[in-house]
């Protein structure tokens, strides 16, 4: 008897994964579900220009359908560094003060996510499920169901959920759970997340919890869930073993590494670690020379003012902290701001004794994740973790820290520098353990059976 085909997976996200190998750890998650239901995978080109079509563009070379819409220069202003990234971004990392409150942005929004909704319609199909990615694209179910799509509709946040307080600094926090009242099911990363839209409903929103996960939010019924986000542990692994001797970072002296990999963003910390590393080397002066900081940090979205003071800001400290104590063959910090290659990161991060993920807020943090699978795990290093990471949670061996306390940091980095051989492993097998069972495939697991009840 044949196998009856599974539903499609329609995912929509603003990042299209583009490129002839594309290989993010969503991507890995999502692949075999769009590839054995045919399904596709609907986002951003990357391209802003004055007349867009208002037709998806076919993107043939991966193993699933990819389709992509252009925004207009207005729409990439107004939508994307906007209402998505000067409004709503700020608000859910708990920086209400950075947001710029325009009217023309959320009009942008809106229209924004009426078109996408648009460009999709004619591409659905009587049996697809929708499984919707981040803050960019909130309105996108009531926009479908207005055009009459009655598939059922999944919303997945990355990114942390802002408490009644911050909800309240939104020009429109009604509308926000409105949007959010017309998908079937909503997922967040961490518990605390899920609290958060719980209460912020409550008092903005007259919604509650009726059972379990069930949540009753302008008349209408939606269930809202936890599923913390993965990474590909496997491949991450592999890659990290089999980095080439010349792909990892050699240095002059004995230095032990601490590393530290992110988009150069607020949200990050990275002034933050800079002061504690400050700090340490004024404090312990016997680390001199013994221990080095690689910070790979590209730029992000540098037409927004915020991340512009942000680069500002941290060049001028690493460049203080190496005025300061380096020497003839030691520099206290290398600040890189490029992309790298994954197998390159994933060598680095195994030469390195310390890994550094100190997020002031942050939805899961994945390079926490990738930290632990690439160790070896007979000589790991040592993690350092924000407690405001959303991988705290479950990350619990990990050194905790708080991220505004640079006495606490400058401690944890002391602490890591001479933890015996015999607790780091202790430490790492327990994290990895985490890492490899709740991967980036459990996730998406979890949450498409949850999305099909
Ligand atoms: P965010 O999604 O806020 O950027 P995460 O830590 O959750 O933060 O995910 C960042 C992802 O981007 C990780 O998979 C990480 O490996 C990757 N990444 C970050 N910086 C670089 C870089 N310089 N080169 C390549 N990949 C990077
Ligand atoms: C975070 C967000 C993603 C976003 C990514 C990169 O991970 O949750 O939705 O795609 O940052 O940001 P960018 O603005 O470059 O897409």
């Known amino acids: 008897m044949s196998r009856l085909p599974e539903s499609r997976l329609v995912v929509v996200s603003n990042r299209l994964p583009l490129g002839d190998n594309p290989s993010g750890g969503l991507v ?28 998806l563009q076919d993107h043939p070379g991966a193993a699933f359908q990819r389709m992509s819409f252009d925004l207009t220069p207005q729409e990439h202003d107004e939508y994307y560094l906007g209402y998505s990234n000067s409004i709503l971004w700020p608000l859910c990392h708990g920086r209400p003060s950075l947001m710029q409150i325009r009217p023309e942005y959320l009009d942008g929004y809106a229209r924004a996510n009426a078109r996408i909704a648009q460009m999709l319609l004619p591409h659905l199909r ?9 803050y960019h694209l909130f309105p996108l179910a009531k926009e479908l169901r207005a055009l009459g799509v009655t598939a059922p509709i999944g919303h997945f946040l990355h990114i942390p959920f802002p408490g009644p307080a911050d909800c309240g ?53 939606v269930r809202a869930q936890v599923f913390p986000i993965g990474i590909d542990a496997a491949a991450f692994m592999a890659e990290a073993a089999e980095a080439p001797d010349e792909d990892r970072m050699r240095s002059l002296t004995q230095a032990k590494m601490m590393i530290g990999v992110d988009r150069l963003d607020y949200s990050k910390g990275i002034p933050q670690r800079f002061r504690a590393y400050q700090l340490l080397l004024e404090k312990i002066p016997d680390l001199h020379e013994k221990i080095s900081f690689l910070q790979i940090a590209p730029p992000t979205r540098g037409a927004v003012d915020a991340y512009q003071d942000i680069r500002e800001e941290t060049e001028h400290l690493a460049g203080r902290i190496n ?8 520099t206290p910090i290398r600040f890189i701001h490029r992309p790298f290659p994954r197998p390159v990161l994933a060598g680095l991060y195994r030469q390195a004794r310390i890994g550094l993920v100190t997020p002031l807020a942050d939805g899961m ?15 790991p290093g040592v993690l350092i973790l924000s407690r405001f990471a959303g991988a705290a949670e479950t990350m619990t061996e990990a050194l905790i820290i708080n991220p505004h306390d640079p006495h606490d940091l400058a401690v944890a980095m002391a602490q890591a520098m001479r933890m015996s051989q015999p607790e780091r492993r202790d430490r790492h ?22 999305l099909g009840r």
């Open 169 to 221: 600094a939104l020009p429109n926090p009604a509308e926000l759970f409105d949007w959010l009242s017309y998908y079937d099911l909503l997922g967040f990363q961490t518990e605390r997340d899920l609290g958060a839209f719980a209460e912020s409903a409550r008092q903005l929103a007259d919604g509650d919890f009726v059972s379990d996960n069930l949540f009753q939010l302008s008349g209408r019924k």
């Open 28 to 55: 890995v998650a999502l692949e075999d579900a769009l590839r054995s239901s045919g399904g596709v995978w609907v986002g951003f080109s990357g391209d802003v220009v004055d007349d867009p079509s208002d037709s």
């Open 323 to 330: 005025g300061q104590f380096a020497t003839l063959n030691w």
């Open 365 to 379: 943090n994945l390079v926490a994740k990738e930290y632990v699978a690439a160790q070896d795990p007979t000589d």
């Open 126 to 134: 009587p049996g697809d499920r929708i499984w919707v990615q981040d």
């Open 429 to 450: 097998a327990a994290l990895l353990e985490g890492v490899q069972t709740h991967d980036v495939a459990w996730w998406s697991r979890t949450y498409l059976e949850a």
